[in-house]
């Protein structure tokens, strides 16, 4: 399959997962956002990577905000998941660096859950996305294990990022169990989570 038809299957994928999602009254009925509690520590991954790269850290305090969430913005989410998923091979740090835990940009073409969402963070973020609608999450998994997605907030509830899977789905449908995230106001600040309760939300359009 060329790169094209690959593209085009992708735009079809994305219509039609987003009509599905348009179409769900039962979508609506849940929960669709995980409420935020207290303040929590930032993972020592996070810590080590503004530390090796500060400017990538470097951002005060702002509003947060929520996407709207068009065909055209879930268009992008669909692109970028599957793209990263498909380009970027698994790698676990240790094999990688040495190290037990290193979060990075997979420049070299591998690295692990967290270079994963590193690298979706910042090519929406390229394409326009408020970093304020993007927080870096960490999770256990069905096996409970810590794991770590990229949570999307939209006018539509919570979506997830996963390099496990490449449909992307609502917070509530992927099984984890949701441990802490990014703040919206400050990626700097950790904040722990809890059962999911209507919330309100701050639009922005993209």
Known sequence: MTRRSRRALTALWAVAAFGALAGSAAALERPIYAAVQDTARPPIGWVSFCADQPRECATSPSTPRDVVLSPRA???????????????????DLDHWGAV????????GYGDCEDYV???????????????????TVVRDRKDEGHAVLTVKTD???????????????????????????????????VSLGDGRPAVSTAAPR
């Not at 879930?74 to 790698?91: G, S």
């Not at 835990?101 to 070299?108: A, F, G, N, R, T």
């Not at 997830?160 to 990014?182: A, M, P, S």
């Open 118 to 136: 590193l690298l979706k963070r910042r090519m929406l973020i390229s394409a326009g996305w408020p970093r304020e609608a993007l927080l870096i």
């Open 101 to 108: 835990e290193k979060w990075s940009y997979p420049d070299d």
């Open 74 to 92: 879930w268009r992008d989410l669909v692109r970028v998941n599957r793209w990263v998923n498909e380009t970027i091979k698994p790698l676990t």
């Open 156 to 190: 539509r509830g919570e979506f997830v990022l996963d390099n496990q899977v490449d449909e992307i789905l609502g917070w509530t449908e992927t099984g984890y169990r949701f441990v802490k995230r990014q703040s919206q106001s400050d990626p700097n600040l950790w």
